[in-house]
């Protein structure tokens, strides 16, 4: 976990995501996997610059395979934007940080 992302796991999964207020992007990831690494430090940025608006929480598959498998996530780093509960959008792989911001510029632009 960084300083501006969060650890969500199967348990707190609902609480933290679902019934979240903002949206949330949500990054699957797991520790052997090396594009995860690349992308985390760019998540932490936008989490850090935006967290008004979106929050990003961090799951690990490994350990997580409920939820997991709940949203069909087979390739990592999956990242799912959440909002009210419903997934609105899912980027795969380590996108570059200005596709990120693009990616996601309807739930964090004023």
Same mark, same amino acid.
């Given at each position: 976990?960084? +300083?501006?992302?969060? #650890? %969500?796991? #199967?348990?707190?999964?609902? $609480? *933290? /995501?679902? &019934?979240?207020?903002?949206?949330?992007?949500? #990054?699957?990831?797991? =520790?052997?996997?090396?594009?995860? &690494?690349?992308?985390?430090?760019?998540?932490?940025? +936008? $989490?850090? $610059?935006?967290?008004? &608006?979106? =929050?990003?929480?961090?799951? *690990? !598959? *490994?350990?997580?395979?409920?939820? !997991? %498998?709940?949203?069909?996530? !087979? @390739? +990592?780093?999956?990242?799912?934007?959440? /909002?009210?509960?419903?997934? /609105?959008? !899912?980027?795969?792989? $380590?996108?570059?940080?200005? &596709?990120?911001?693009?990616?996601?510029? *309807?739930? +964090? @632009? =004023?």
């Amino acid at each position: 976990m960084g +300083i501006n992302t969060k #650890d %969500t796991t #199967d348990a707190t999964f609902e $609480a *933290d /995501v679902l &019934k979240n207020g903002k949206p949330v992007l949500v #990054d699957f990831w797991a =520790e052997w996997c090396g594009p995860c &690494k690349a992308v985390a430090p760019v998540l932490e940025e +936008i $989490a850090g $610059a935006h967290g008004g &608006k979106i =929050e990003v929480y961090k799951l *690990d !598959t *490994d350990a997580n395979p409920g939820i !997991t %498998t709940r949203y069909g996530v !087979t @390739s +990592i780093p999956t990242m799912n934007v959440y /909002v009210n509960g419903e997934v /609105v959008k !899912t980027l795969v792989g $380590a996108l570059p940080k200005p &596709k990120l911001l693009r990616e996601l510029a *309807d739930y +964090i @632009s =004023e």
